[in-house]
């Protein structure tokens, strides 16, 4: 299991919260793992790091340039391609959960907006109210101090901060799980790489699984996770993931992205062309997790 907090901020300072949380989620994911699927473990560290209120998701989500907030996750197995990404999610803290059960009881692999309310009350999740962090709305009011929506308003849009999991369970299944808030500014309505399966992330019986960060844009026109997918058994995990930064790198220009990446045999690899990626894994051998920022 390999957990990312997301590519486009900077390096976290010393002492940061981020990276105990990133080490917290590595092992409540493990824990999950241990009980049941690749996907629960996915599932568990996302949802644990979207409670957190550290990342740009969940709690912690940024906010578009309206000043509200809109969620986009997805989760997918490499178990018969199954897989589900929700998008404008306004009802729940927990995007995530929503997109399981969309994979597990629709035939979709995508819905977005009011009306994911209703799927919420289907699945039995609680329906809530986002309201911003003091973070987020602090930050809102920085990034639009110098006037309201507009041209130059856009041009500032940012990312960073979103989350992503990606594991492979005792039965040899990877799974790949993404959370976010979007980019900063981001117009109402739009729906990022991370809902979108093959972009934001991919899981393949055959190959392993992927999880991006970054801009979403970039990644969905290169299909980021998927290429990532079809790159790891020639290279494998680290390799794969080296190989798809250079890709979008060398296609879409640096600063656009970051993506972790694990392989049949479990070994993690994680890349980035931003300043910085947060990301903690365990290992196995050693039954330890560890991180890096
Ligand atoms: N990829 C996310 C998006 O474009 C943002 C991020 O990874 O920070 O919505």
Redesign the pocket.
């Known amino acids: 299991l390999i957990v990312h907090g ?3 901020g900077a390096r976290y300072p010393k002492g940061d919260r981020r990276f105990r949380e990133l080490l917290e989620a590595v092992e409540v994911g493990m824990a999950a793992i241990r009980r049941g699927s690749g996907v629960d473990g996915v599932l568990a560290a996302v949802e644990y790091m979207e409670e957190s209120g550290a990342f ?1 998701c969940g709690r912690g989500a940024c906010l578009t340039a309206g000043g509200t907030v809109e969620l ?1 996750a997805a989760v997918m197995t490499g178990a018969g391609l199954a897989g589900a990404g929700v998008g404008v999610v306004t009802c729940t803290h927990h995007p995530v959960s929503l997109a399981r059960w969309v994979m597990e009881n629709t035939k979709h692999v995508l819905i977005a907006g009011g009306s994911t309310v209703d799927y919420a009350r289907l699945a039995g999740i609680r329906v809530e109210e986002l309201r911003p962090s003091e973070a987020a709305k602090a930050k809102y009011e920085e990034l639009t101090a110098k006037g309201g929506l507009n041209a130059d308003l856009l041009r500032r849009m940012q ?4 989350v992503g999991a990606v594991a492979v369970g005792k039965d040899g299944v990877p799974a790949a799980a993404v959370s ?1 808030g ?2 900063w500014l ?1 117009l109402p309505g739009r729906v ?3 809902a979108v399966l093959g972009a ?1 992330i991919f899981a393949d019986a055959k190959s392993g699984a992927a999880s ?6 970039e ?1 969905i026109r290169v299909g980021l996770s998927r290429r990532a997918c079809e790159m790891l058994a020639r290279h494998g995990a680290g390799g794969a993931a080296r190989e798809a930064i250079s890709l979008i790198s060398r296609t879409r220009g640096k600063g656009t992205a970051g993506i972790i990446t694990v392989d049949l045999r479990g070994r993690v690899g994680a890349s980035y062309n931003t300043e910085a990626m947060g990301r903690a894994w365990f290992d196995t051998a050693r039954e330890k997790a560890y991180a890096r920022i």
């Open positions: 997301g590519a486009g740009n986009d990312g960073g901060n979103t976010t979007g980019m981001k990022g790489d991370s934001g991006a960060t970054g801009t979403g844009e990644i």
